[in-house]
């Protein structure tokens, strides 16, 4: 199973004690905080069988057969789930009469060729992360207004690049020219925002159009294009230099398993996200 230890390492509840029972075995000692990232073998009773924090196939296969020699079947009662009294909670709900939006990221240019395996894989990828709309953000768009809350959950958490692992989100001092307008069901904007002490930025030109029907959204795409530098906190390693950078909007229809996964964004203090003015 996949789970985002972000939020389990954290959980005041029977799951994230039960994993941190399991990950304490990593190094000999408890997991209160910190991160706890990797494969992990064990029962179901919870006893650590294997770990890795490699990410290769190969690593996975040799892991799982050595967990499997150590392995001995046994009755497990059943752990009782409990509340989570903590601000991490990984089973949080879109906003009811709200939208989810499927946000897509990629570096389209600018690594350097090499024949090191971590880097191809870094050079290909595409991130993936949800928008969340509000009820009143949904019947704006209906119609024809984007409201400011909307635009600034754009601009500050989704004009990110996590490409190569958790982007970091923006804040209000970072943007030095930032506009959102939608007209006639075309969205059209332009942003420039800039981390100068940190030295991360992002140029970006946006286009998108929004559909409507029966007094809801049926279309909501949106692209945003330009150069982007310094990566982020956790998404470290980018190409030298300013390099080219695209982020795709486009409305999510529960298809896929990860339209019910929380944005990055409402991590740790999801009002934070949701309640942008």
């Known amino acids: 199973m996949a789970i985002d ?21 990593r190094r000999g000692q408890t997991y209160e905080s910190g991160n706890t990232q990797g494969l992990y073998v064990c029962t179901a009773s919870g006893e650590f069988l294997g770990y890795s924090n490699h990410r290769f196939p190969t690593y996975a296969i040799r892991l ?32 009811k009469g709200g939208l989810v939006v499927r946000v897509n990221a990629k570096v389209l240019g600018g690594f350097e060729q090499t024949q090191d395996l971590e880097r191809t894989i870094q050079r290909d990828s595409i991130s993936r992360d949800n928008l969340w709309t509000t009820k009143k953000e949904h019947e704006s768009l209906v119609k024809g207004v984007m409201l400011e809350s909307l635009k600034n959950r754009i601009g500050k958490f989704h004009l990110v690049d996590g490409t190569r692992g958790t982007g970091s989100s923006w804040k209000d001092e970072d943007f030095k020219h930032y506009e959102l307008n939608l007209k006639d069901g075309t969205i059209t904007g332009s942003v420039h925002v800039e981390n100068i002490s940190k030295g991360w930025g992002h140029t970006a ?10 007094g809801k959204v049926t279309q909501f795409d949106l692209v945003a294009k330009g150069l982007y530098w310094g990566g982020g906190r956790y998404s470290k390693n980018p190409p030298k230099g300013k390099y080219p950078f695209a982020t795709s909007f486009t409305l999510a229809d529960g298809t896929q398993l990860a339209d019910k996964i929380p944005p990055e964004g409402t991590k740790g203090w999801p009002p934070q996200y949701i309640q942008l003015k």
């Not at 230890?5 to 075995?25: C, L, M, P, W």
Request: charged residues 30%; positive net charge; glycine residues 6%.
């Open 64 to 95: 799982l057969k050595e967990g499997l020699k150590k392995y001995k079947p046994a009755r497990v009662s059943p752990i009782r789930s409990t509340k989570n009294t903590g601000n991490w909670n990984p089973h949080l709900s879109p906003p």
């Open 205 to 214: 030109k946006l286009l998108g159009f929004v559909k409507t029907k029966d």
């Open 5 to 25: 230890q972000d939020y389990h390492r954290r959980q005041k509840d029977a799951e994230g004690t039960f994993y941190r029972e399991i990950v304490s075995n």
